[in-house]
């Protein structure tokens, strides 16, 4: 496994700098401990806003819909839904945080292919978006709203093949009569009304001219099979999938992230020519999870023993590989610092990086590395994506994550 990072392949600059806020950085850990998730808040606000003024550049009326399961942190510590954020949840257990986080229903979008019939009935009493993923969904949901006295406003995820990505396994295709039948359903349905087009990309899709094929697809479509469709639709739903800052993922061969906006820029000027009035256009909507939390939360762990072993330094920390779980899509990026939080520059040498679980495999970093001493604290860069949700308890407690 290559885990080596060579220092041009990602802009620190997109990261927290621990020596410029050490001292909140310190007091964090000193309450705290390691291993712990540090958040800068600035860096999650800078990510938003970045988006938001994107969206009221090239589009208007929009949503940002959080992605809670990138980190259930993040969307605990209220720090994007403060910001206006709406939540976008994929099961039942999702929705109810939401909504025990005081999300009203209408700023909840409900997605995912398994939302059980209580969920659905919750979520429809709610006034929540719920996008709905496939045939046998669509006919739960036809029979709940059949005796409704007002038509239930309603959406559904579209796919089709894309470059690169292929088809999605989520959605009606747009391939067969899988969608257009869905759009006859619901019109010929006592209970629908179908308000919303919701599309997904694979995470991480950094080549913004695939956001414009997907974008000008869902035009397409609406406008061939959506009854007057520019006053139909309330909502216009591009998903995720946008890049943060991150390392490489290992099964690329190329890796180019771009700024949000080329990405905005992109589905919007594909959905344009179908939706020409900008005040009277359906809201854009955009569901992000990595691109917001990514870049802004580090993992500090420490180290706890150092030895020289066939001419490499193997350094222990009180992390593991499970606690950035990650590390097997894209290689961590980790810096050095004193107990002072001072970073540990200067010479490096052949290191080699574990996690103190009883794994042999615990392996965080292969490569060029400064020479550290027990006591250290390792940081490990963009680690705020989709890490801490996918981390158990294994051995050791998940880490929390603190914020300044
Ligand atoms: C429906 C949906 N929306 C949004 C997201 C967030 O994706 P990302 O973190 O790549 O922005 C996902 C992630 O898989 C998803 O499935």
Same mark, same amino acid.
Request: charged content about 25%; some cysteine.
């Given at each position: 496994? *290559?885990?080596?990072? +060579?220092?041009?392949? $990602?802009?620190?600059?997109?990261?927290?700098?621990?020596?410029?806020?050490?001292?909140?950085?310190? +007091?964090?850990?000193?309450?705290?401990? %390691?291993?712990?998730?540090?958040?800068?808040?600035? *860096?999650?606000?800078?990510?938003?806003?970045?988006?938001?003024?994107?969206? @009221?550049?090239?589009?208007?009326?929009?949503?940002?819909?959080? /992605?809670?399961?990138?980190?259930?942190? $993040?969307?605990?510590?209220?720090?994007?839904?403060?910001?206006?954020?709406?939540?976008?949840?994929?099961?039942?257990? @999702?929705?109810?945080?939401?909504?025990?986080?005081?999300?009203?229903?209408?700023? &909840? &979008?409900?997605?995912?292919?398994?939302?059980?019939?209580?969920?659905?009935?919750?979520?429809?009493?709610?006034?929540?978006?719920?996008?709905? *993923?496939?045939?046998?969904?669509?006919?739960?949901? &036809?029979?709940?709203?059949?005796?409704?006295? %007002?038509?239930?406003?309603?959406?559904?995820?579209?796919?089709?093949?894309?470059?690169?990505?292929?088809? /999605?396994?989520?959605?009606?295709?747009?391939?067969?009569? @899988?969608?257009?039948?869905?759009?006859?359903?619901?019109?010929?349905?006592?209970?629908?009304?179908?308000?919303?087009?919701?599309?997904?990309?694979?995470?991480?899709?950094?080549?913004?001219?695939?956001?414009?094929?997907?974008?000008?697809?869902?035009?397409?479509?609406?406008?061939?099979?959506?009854?007057?469709?520019?006053?139909?639709?309330?909502? $216009?739903?591009?998903?995720?999938?946008?890049? =943060?800052?991150?390392?490489?993922?290992?099964?690329?061969?190329?890796?180019?992230?771009?700024?949000?906006?080329?990405?905005?820029?992109?589905?919007?000027?594909?959905?344009?020519?179908?939706?020409?009035?900008?005040? =009277?256009?359906?809201?854009?909507?955009?569901?992000?999870?990595?691109?917001?939390?990514?870049?802004?939360?580090?993992?500090?762990?420490?180290?706890?023993?150092?030895?020289?072993?066939?001419?490499? +330094?193997?350094? *222990?920390?009180?992390?593991?590989?499970?606690?950035?779980?990650?590390?097997?899509?894209?290689?961590?990026? &980790?810096?050095?610092?004193?107990?002072?939080?001072?970073?540990? =520059?200067?010479?490096?040498?052949?290191?080699?990086?574990?996690?103190?679980?009883?794994? @042999?495999?615990?392996?965080?970093?292969?490569?060029?590395?400064?020479?550290?001493?027990?006591?250290?604290?390792?940081?490990?860069?963009?680690?705020?994506?989709?890490?801490?949700?996918?981390?158990?308890?294994?051995?050791?407690? /998940?880490?929390?994550?603190?914020?300044?």
């Amino acid at each position: 496994m *290559n885990t080596v990072i +060579q220092p041009p392949l $990602v802009d620190m600059a997109c990261y927290p700098d621990v020596e410029m806020h050490r001292a909140k950085i310190r +007091q964090l850990l000193q309450h705290d401990g %390691t291993p712990v998730f540090i958040c800068e808040r600035d *860096n999650l606000v800078d990510r938003y806003q970045a988006l938001k003024q994107s969206l @009221e550049t090239h589009w208007g009326k929009h949503v940002i819909g959080y /992605s809670f399961k990138t980190n259930y942190q $993040v969307a605990r510590s209220r720090i994007l839904q403060d910001m206006g954020a709406w939540a976008e949840v994929v099961s039942a257990r @999702e929705y109810q945080m939401a909504r025990q986080l005081e999300y009203p229903g209408s700023s &909840i &979008i409900f997605n995912g292919p398994l939302k059980p019939d209580d969920s659905l009935r919750a979520a429809i009493a709610d006034g929540a978006l719920i996008n709905i *993923n496939d045939h046998d969904e669509l006919g739960r949901f &036809i029979e709940i709203t059949s005796d409704e006295s %007002t038509r239930v406003d309603v959406g559904i995820r579209i796919s089709s093949t894309l470059p690169r990505l292929g088809h /999605s396994r989520f959605g009606f295709s747009l391939e067969n009569d @899988e969608a257009s039948s869905a759009v006859e359903r619901i019109r010929n349905s006592t209970g629908l009304n179908l308000v919303s087009l919701h599309s997904h990309l694979y995470g991480d899709t950094d080549d913004p001219e695939i956001y414009r094929v997907a974008a000008r697809r869902l035009g397409e479509f609406a406008k061939s099979h959506i009854r007057d469709y520019r006053r139909a639709l309330k909502f $216009v739903d591009i998903g995720g999938g946008y890049p =943060a800052h991150g390392p490489k993922p290992r099964s690329r061969s190329a890796w180019d992230p771009r700024p949000i906006d080329v990405y905005i820029k992109h589905a919007t000027e594909s959905l344009r020519p179908f939706f020409p009035d900008r005040e =009277a256009c359906p809201a854009l909507v955009v569901e992000p999870g990595r691109y917001l939390t990514c870049d802004g939360i580090i993992l500090v762990t420490r180290v706890v023993h150092v030895k020289p072993r066939d001419e490499k +330094q193997m350094v *222990n920390c009180d992390g593991s590989i499970s606690m950035v779980p990650l590390t097997h899509y894209c290689p961590q990026v &980790i810096q050095a610092f004193t107990p002072d939080l001072v970073r540990r =520059a200067g010479e490096e040498i052949s290191t080699v990086i574990q996690g103190s679980t009883c794994r @042999e495999n615990d392996l965080l970093y292969e490569g060029q590395f400064p020479r550290v001493q027990p006591g250290d604290y390792l940081v490990h860069f963009a680690a705020g994506a989709y890490n801490s949700n996918l981390s158990p308890d294994f051995i050791f407690k /998940s880490p929390e994550m603190a914020v300044y």
